[in-house]
């Protein structure tokens, strides 16, 4: 069975600093990866998305970059947080584009 | 209603009462996709129903689509204390379903 994992589960972070949020998906090759973003109480917004290792689409541009240095990785990151960014990340994935995305359990971020 | 509405909705109903949710969407879509997320934790799929389909069952679940009216609704018969949580629909806009657009959400508690 496929399998996604986030971490880490929440960071507090000060405004500034560098930030980098993971996920992994086990059990399944070159699944399509995603990024979403939730503002608390708001609604998911797709940040990125990926279809294969190396290759990566911007879909909303908020300061942040993500990579995919792995089939089965795929890795948010920012040099330097804003307030704004603070909220509820969450990596999904999908066999192809035929099938909608599967989420994780997210990454709660605090930015302060 | 999510959308046609820019904020999260809200609805408290009673346990074992049965309930819809609507959504209407503005841009062309070949699928509506359900989701449910409870506090704290990633979207789950619920249901998925395609342009070509008007109703679509499963469980305690109904959804059905208009695309004339560009209006889907997800129902819930017999809820429980456990089916609190926030409903989202989402399209793909005609693009990739991996790529989706989510509502506003209705934020659904069941008292028990």
């Known amino acids: 069975a496929q399998t996604i994992h986030q971490w880490p589960v929440a960071e507090i972070k000060a405004v500034g600093s560098p930030l980098s949020l993971g996920c992994t998906i086990k059990?399944?090759?070159?699944?399509?990866l995603y990024w979403y973003w939730q503002a608390t109480g708001g609604t998911l917004q797709q940040l990125f998305y990926?279809?294969?290792?190396?290759?990566v689409e911007s879909v909303v541009q908020l300061n942040l970059s993500a990579s995919r240095p792995k089939d089965d990785q795929f890795i948010l990151s920012t040099e330097k947080l804003l307030l704004s960014h603070s909220g509820f990340y969450l990596c999904?994935?999908?066999?192809?584009?035929?099938?909608?995305?599967?989420f994780g359990e997210g990454t709660r971020l605090s930015v302060l | 209603s999510q959308w046609g509405e820019e904020n999260l909705q809200a609805l408290s109903i009673q346990e074992g009462e049965d309930v819809t949710m609507n959504c209407s969407y503005k841009?062309?879509?070949?699928?509506v996709q359900w989701y449910r997320q409870k506090s704290g934790k990633g979207p789950a799929q619920l249901i998925l129903i395609r342009s070509n389909e008007r109703e679509k069952r499963s469980g305690r679940l109904r959804a059905t689509l208009d695309t004339s009216s560009q209006s889907s609704s997800l129902s819930i018969t017999g809820t429980l204390a456990t089916d609190t949580a926030v409903y989202f629909c989402a399209t793909d806009r005609g693009s990739a379903l991996g790529r989706l657009h989510f509502g506003a959400g209705t934020q659904l508690i069941v008292i028990p």
């Open positions: 990926s279809i294969t290792v190396g290759q």
């Open positions: 059990g399944k090759s070159s699944p399509n």
């Open positions: 999904a994935w999908s066999l192809n584009n035929n099938q909608a995305p599967l």
């Open positions: 841009t062309y879509t070949t699928v």
